[in-house]
């Protein structure tokens, strides 16, 4: 078993972070050093993908290229399955429920989502891993990259679908949402992993500059709006409101609704 952790080399504070953690857990892992903003441009070239300009931020460009890159090196090593996890992330001691059982259930399963978002999410039938543990099917996106486990074919898929693809949003989009059902997506209930500013909100130490660049993006995509702009923006929120999907979000009645959930982290950190 491989466990990563990507990670910009410069990012010293989120690699002690992750050093402290590990060394308390008793876990084994190698660093992967992230790809930097500067270099976004020149690896999605090296791995013959495709980019759409100004779709996404340089930033979130070089994760992208980050997970890849570290795909492409399980294919060429020809490892059975990847434990990926990034530098922000935070663990329970049930980790070790899952991980010795990881050999066996990456023949069964594309993907393994070991974190939670804390948004609701729709999943499937339950399996028992453990006690109080299971891995159900995910039905629903469910954000984020930064706790899940891969397996070689699904990377070999993964690469096979980007190459033919524009790649014009961030990674999470194609492997939790867009190609969701592409592949065999399944979720650990509950989570054994999330990330720091989602569990320390007003605490964390560990600001994203990921998601500085995210924001900054998305209030540069605003422009000024004429008055058939308006009008055109005001008609698209009256079919939103018409829609039941916008009111299930709006008052979180996913969450309340069968198959939906809050997919708890839980267990001692």
């Known amino acids: 078993m491989k466990v990563y952790v990507v990670s910009l080399k410069n990012q010293l504070d989120r690699r002690a972070h992750i050093e402290k953690q590990f060394q308390q857990l008793g876990l084994e892992y190698n660093f992967f050093d992230a790809v930097s903003k500067d270099d976004a441009l020149q690896t999605y070239k090296n791995l013959s993908l495709n980019f759409v300009p100004d779709s ?3 930033g979130e460009l070089g994760c992208f290229m ?16 990847l434990v990926v996890f990034e530098d922000d992330i935070v663990l329970s001691a049930r ?5 010795p059982k990881l050999d066996i259930l ?10 939670t978002m804390q948004t609701p999410t729709e999943l499937g039938r339950k399996v028992v891993i453990d ?11 469910h954000m984020g990259t930064a706790a899940y486990v891969i397996s070689n074919e699904c990377a070999v898929l993964m690469m ?3 190459s033919l693809t524009s790649i014009d949003k961030p990674i999470d989009h194609f492997l939790f949402k867009d190609w969701l059902k592409n592949f065999s997506n399944h979720q ?19 600001v994203s500059n990921l998601e500085k660049e ?9 422009y000024p709006l004429t008055r058939r702009r308006k009008f055109q923006r005001e008609l698209g929120r009256l079919f939103i409101q018409l829609s039941p999907s916008y009111w299930f979000q709006k008052y979180n009645l996913k969450s309340r609704t069968k198959g939906y959930c809050i997919i708890p982290f839980e267990g001692k950190v």
């Open 56 to 58: 996404i931020t340089l």
């Open 66 to 81: 980050s997970h890849v890159s570290l795909w492409q090196m399980m294919i060429d090593k020809r490892l059975p399955y």
């Open 95 to 99: 980790i070790h429920d899952i991980l």
């Open 106 to 115: 990456t023949q069964q399963y594309d993907v393994i989502k070991l974190e």
């Open 131 to 141: 006690d109080d543990l299971y891995i159900c099917s995910l039905l629903s996106e």
């Open 160 to 162: 096979n679908k980007l």
């Open 188 to 206: 650990v209930f509950p989570a054994v992993a999330i990330q720091d500013d989602l569990l320390h909100s007003k605490e964390t130490t560990l």
């Open 214 to 222: 995210r924001k900054q993006r998305m209030r540069k995509n605003t």
